[in-house]
């Protein structure tokens, strides 16, 4: 992969950089964690503070408001960008009933089928005998010379769907092998669907190639569902979007006169084409309450010098789930200190840095988005209605769940994508005496779950930054028992509060890497890309022409 002459700019900014303070991360976390700002919740009094906050220290820091334009004001923008959110809730019972020649079965909500609440405008789910139809691993990846479809009409017919990729179980294949692709992950099994005009998807659930068990798939699909709002919401949603038990999936197949297993095995071959099951429908009957909300993100910019509409962007979320259950103490306020007023306080480190110095020659965006916890909304939204040109956008650098500990001795990133960006940002860290980390489950699919991706999918050089595991002090062990008891203790729950303990010298260290990146970016001529066989490249590519 071509670094060109971005690592030509690289000076030694080890040594000649900003210094990050310690203090000023821990305070900016203790604050945005603390009980006043009430988890930080989405349409809550708790955003209201926070999104005052952010803009008071980027007020602070010297950075330019860069949120939307102002009304009847030409070029003159607000520190915000107004965030629609649709909200979605099933009301009532969920009727669904699978038939077949010898009769007809009741399925229940929860338990054998996981159905959301419809997303594309739908205020009620009614239809009756629908086909039933496998679709493989529901893949159209041209680059890859790979169609699951082979034309076959979706219309008005249920797609059933494996999750994950074609070569998840042989590890060998066209797909990265057990790394996972975005063709594999849930969320574009349905946006493919939907673009076919599929009535429903339905994903096969199956725990290994899922990463999580069906606990997990039902408690996130029976719930609340939220999205931006979508001009053409039909074109991103089907009526249905559900997941279902694996022993059900196969026994449903049988009655349909097929093998599940044996179709599963064709459809790891290009040779795989869509199977009806004959004889076997869906009948589903259920209402769903739709409203919208409004939400912020909040941008600040420091304007280049040379080419002021070429950005670089640093982001992170700011929201955190809210007031909840409470937990044995019967704390009910879910704080969120490491996910993620780490990453903020790190976003608003970067932009006091940034504010102080040279203006570079491109324009630097620092973005605070909203409703990351309920599926990068915030950033999917930007990255649907841009505040500045993506194809313009020469790299976007996310932070999320930073470590408040010391230093370690490497890095990591949110999953294995492989583009310019993390070559520029290895070669970086060798100033600092770091080395890369890969991703130690990229089958679980951590690339297309922090709020990179949004911009990635839309052909954006983004990658999502992850604090190092070998510590200089106490090694990997004590790096994988600090992650660990993390997860099981305070991950999402109202624990996760500021700790007068944490020193964040790992994070200021590691500030000074990002600093460093962003700034060669900054202040180079060079559009970094992904790899030649990035399922993102084709995109990226097809906007060549919008840059200068």
């Not at 996981?114 to 086909?131: E, I, L, Q, T």
């Not at 496998?134 to 041209?142: E, R, W």
């Not at 599926?375 to 209605?385: H, T």
């Not at 841009?386 to 769940?401: F, H, K, Q, R, S």
Request: charged residues 25%.
């Amino acid at each position: 992969m071509l670094i060109c002459s971005l690592l030509a700019a690289a000076t030694a900014q080890a040594g000649t950089g900003p210094e990050f303070d310690a203090k000023h991360l821990s305070q900016d976390v203790k604050v945005l964690a603390s009980d006043e700002f009430e988890g930080r919740g989405p349409n809550t009094a708790g955003e209201t503070k926070t999104v005052a906050y952010l803009i008071e220290q980027f007020k602070a820091a010297g950075l330019q408001p860069a949120g939307d334009l102002l009304k009847g004001q030409k070029n003159v923008r607000s520190w915000t960008q107004d965030v629609p959110l649709g909200r979605f809730e099933i009301k009532g019972p969920v009727k669904l009933q699978l038939h077949d020649a010898k009769g007809n079965q009741e399925l229940k909500q929860g338990e054998d089928m996981a159905v959301r609440a419809a997303m594309n405008g739908s205020k009620k789910v009614d239809f009756r005998n629908a086909p039933l139809v496998f679709v493989g691993y529901g893949v159209n990846a041209p680059e890859r010379r790979w169609d699951d479809f082979k034309g076959f009409d979706l219309r008005g017919k249920l797609a059933v769907v494996l999750i994950n990729d074609p070569d998840f179980e042989t590890g060998v294949g066209d797909f990265g092998g057990k790394a996972m692709t975005y063709y594999g992950r849930w969320t574009y099994k349905y946006e493919e669907m939907a673009r076919r005009g599929a009535l429903g998807t339905i994903i096969v659930h199956e725990t290994a190639p899922a990463s999580y068990g069906w606990a997990t798939v039902k408690n996130s699909n029976t719930n609340v569902m939220y999205d931006i709002v979508r001009k053409q919401p039909a074109m991103a949603h089907a009526s249905m979007e559900a997941w279902i038990q694996r022993d059900l999936a196969v026994e449903m197949f049988k009655r349909g006169g097929q093998d599940f297993e044996a179709l599963k095995k064709l459809a790891q071959t290009r040779n795989f084409k869509p199977v009806q099951l004959q004889g076997v429908t869906l009948t589903a009957s259920y209402a769903v309450d739709a409203q919208t909300i409004v939400s912020k993100n909040v941008a600040g910019r420091v304007v280049g010098s040379t080419h002021p509409e070429q950005t670089v962007m640093y982001s992170a979320h700011w929201d955190h789930l809210g007031v909840g259950l409470p937990d044995a103490k019967g704390d009910k306020i879910y704080n969120g200190a490491v996910d993620n007023a780490t990453g903020i306080a790190a976003l608003l480190e970067l932009a006091r840095a940034y504010g102080k110095a040279p203006a570079p020659q491109r324009s630097v965006l620092f973005l605070a988005v909203t409703a990351e916890e309920k599926g990068l909304l915030g950033s999917e939204y930007y990255a649907a209605y841009p505040l500045y040109p993506l194809a313009e956008t020469v790299g976007a650098i996310n932070m999320d769940a930073l470590s408040p500990y010391g230093p370690a001795r490497n890095f990591t990133i949110s999953g294995s994508a492989k583009l310019d960006l993390l070559d520029q940002l290895i070669a970086k860290a060798k100033q600092y005496d770091m080395v890369y980390a890969a991703d130690p489950k990229p089958e679980a699919g951590h690339f297309f779950r922090s709020d990179h991706f949004p911009l990635a999918k839309r052909g954006v050089p983004a990658i999502s930054f992850g604090s190092g595991d070998d510590w200089i002090d106490g090694g990997l062990a004590a790096g994988h028992k600090s992650e660990e008891d993390y997860v099981s203790n305070n991950y999402h729950q109202p624990s996760d509060e500021w700790k007068a303990e944490w020193p964040f010298t790992g994070m200021a260290r590691d500030l000074g890497l990002l600093y460093g990146l962003g700034r060669d970016l900054a202040e180079s001529k060079d559009w970094p890309n992904w790899a030649q066989d990035a399922e993102f490249r084709i995109i990226r590519d097809a906007s060549a022409n919008k840059r200068h």
